[in-house]
């Protein structure tokens, strides 16, 4: 419902006025500011991007703690729930204020789950669901999903060199 409430708000600000989509740079919300359409947009958007720091901590702090901690339960130590939880909310924050244009993370990551989702990811569940497929076929699903698997590594060594 957020969504939806930003999309329409947007539309609403900007229906009348196609020229101020000219210079976005890649994020639409830098358009028009002043107008109250934008401001109820930005609101919008930001009321749902907190939700989602939630869900992606939680996993991420469980996970460190399970990898550095193995076997601690949530009743073992407060303190080192407190102190994982502290790393991963100001490491989020530190790489939403460390990159300088949207546009990047979503082109980037962009690529990356459609290169998954197309080529890594049919491979691996043939490879799990037809358990009678001859050696040739498994063997032909490994070399496409390590490739991939090998492209996007490589990919990412580039990008950030």
């Known amino acids: 419902m957020l969504y939806l409430a930003a999309g329409i708000s947007g539309y609403l600000s900007f229906a009348d006025r196609p020229e101020v989509f000219t210079d976005t740079r890649g994020n639409i919300l830098l358009a028009g500011y002043g107008s109250s359409w934008v401001l109820a947009g930005n609101l919008?958007?930001?009321?749902?991007?907190?939700p989602s720091l939630v869900?992606?901590?939680k996993p991420a702090k469980e996970s460190l703690l399970d990898l550095l901690w193995p076997g601690t339960t949530g009743e073992d130590s407060n303190s080192k729930h407190f102190l994982l939880t502290?790393?991963?909310?100001?490491?989020q924050l530190g790489c939403a204020i460390a990159v300088p244009a949207i546009d990047i993370v979503?082109?980037?990551?962009?690529?990356?789950a459609g290169t998954f989702v197309s080529f890594i990811?049919?491979?691996v569940f043939y490879l799990r669901l037809v358990k009678s497929a001859s050696i040739i076929a498994k063997f032909a699903a490994w070399i496409v999903a390590i490739a991939f698997a090998a492209y996007i590594v490589l990919f990412i060594i580039l990008f950030f060199i």
Do not use: E, N, R, T
């Open 86 to 91: 502290f790393f991963v909310v100001v490491s």
């Open 44 to 50: 919008l958007l930001v009321a749902s991007a907190i």
């Open 55 to 57: 869900l992606v901590a």
């Open 106 to 112: 979503v082109s980037f990551f962009g690529g990356i």
């Open 121 to 123: 990811f049919p491979a």
